[in-house]
């Protein structure tokens, strides 16, 4: 069936398009985009008063699919991504067994087919088990699909390590994707170092832990000339020492996520463990300079870092709670309130940070309204305003800190390869 967007207001930044106009859209892909299309027969659907979007690109999220369904799976993944807008996403290889050959990415790429309802993109691991002692095969890992190698959820500890996987990723033109961490630093902390920990009585973090693994990145990109991705910025020296790095021509991008740009440490108080999360939360200056950072173009990408965790694991004492939250279906919102809404990005570096950028530094066919492209597309009414919910979310797991926050932005429609599979808000 054909599909015609009707009067929505086009907002690509890669093709310079903003604009009120018509997309119609035929066998996946898009066939048209213009002023006063027709259609005799199809789908039309009226997008006046709404933006049309590239569907939104997630590089950096945990579907948990192998090993721990009961938290979430490819199917429920994929479901609470619609429903956020995300039409392509890349998860992350700390699943059991570990993304580390090519039988479990081909496993991951066959579940996405048969039960996914966006595309689904698996990131290998750098090492063997994420056990940061032997390369994984990158070649094997790239021509089997996956986009990108990143150990996420632990550093490779080994300098020397780390400086082959560049040289090896190079080779097979496979973005790294860097956990920026020093264990050493971190020496089993539960949040951010500061008042906050101070006051709760608990083991902190110190900010350092998280610069000095950034600083060592960066030095080995530059070092090997070889491009580096640092994931989830969270403190005010490591937007700096990318912004810096950037202006000597290191090869780096960087993203951060919409709890780094909303969220201070005080969202822990009262011993608060829907905010527990790695990197911690960290100070009001490191939430302004991670702000900065996106509206001067030193953090190219807002990316969710979608954690799903069983409620088990969170209803425990602090220290012991596991890190991270859903974030699927409040990232698109929480960009517009805090991001769009106060000035500090425009409509078009907004698409460029969660559409556009993800999908070039994945290297994929993804990211624009381009007639011949395939067509993933989401249609949002940036105005509406509503309560989040944690009950409605389509994630298996609901952990979120954000239940109960007011934004902006709603998801009308959520289109991937010319189906529709979120209609008027409800997920099909």
Known sequence: MKILIKNGHVVDSRTKKDEVCDILISEGKIEAIGKGLELANGDIIDAEGKYVFPGFVDAHCHLRDPGFEYKEDIESGTRSAASGGFTSIACMPNTNPVIDSEAVVKY????????????????????????????????????????????DGRPVK????????????????????????????SDEGVMNEGYQSTIMGLKG??????????????????????????????????????????????????????????LTD????????????????????????????LSDGTID?????????????????????????????TAFPLAVTYLVKPGYLTLNQLVEKMCVNPAKILSINKGTLEVGRPADIVIVDIEEEYVVDI????????????????????????????????REKILL
């Open 205 to 262: 973090i110190p900010s350092a832990a998280e610069e000095i693994a950034v600083a060592r990145e960066l030095i080995l990109a530059e070092y090997t000339n070889t491009p580096i991705h640092i994931a989830h910025v969270s403190t005010e020296l490591s937007v700096d020492l990318i912004r810096n790095a950037k202006n000597r021509g290191v090869r780096v991008t960087a993203e951060t996520c919409p709890h780094y740009f909303v």
């Open 108 to 151: 991951v790429l066959n579940k996405a087919k048969n039960e996914g309802i966006v595309n689904v993109y698996p990131i290998g691991s750098i090492t063997k088990g994420q056990k940061g002692e032997e390369l994984s095969e990158i070649g094997e890992l790239k021509f089997a699909g996956a986009v990108a190698i990143s150990d």
């Open 301 to 329: 990408i807002i990316s969710t870092d979608h954690a799903p965790h069983h409620p088990d694991e969170k209803n425990v004492e602090f220290a012991a709670a596991a890190s991270g939250f859903v974030g699927f279906e």
């Open 158 to 185: 080994s300098s020397s390590l780390m400086k082959k996987a560049l040289q090896y990723a190079s080779m097979f033109d496979i973005t790294v994707i860097s956990h920026s961490e020093d264990l050493d630093l």
């Open 391 to 422: 009950k409605k979310f389509k994630s298996k797991s609901k952990n979120s800190p954000f239940n109960g926050f007011s934004l902006s932005g709603a998801v009308y429609y959520t289109i991937v390869d010319g189906k529709v599979v979120v």
């Open 266 to 293: 005080e969202a822990c108080s009262g011993f608060n463990t829907l905010a527990k999360v790695n990197p911690p939360l960290r100070s009001r200056k490191d939430v302004n300079a991670v702000i900065e950072g």
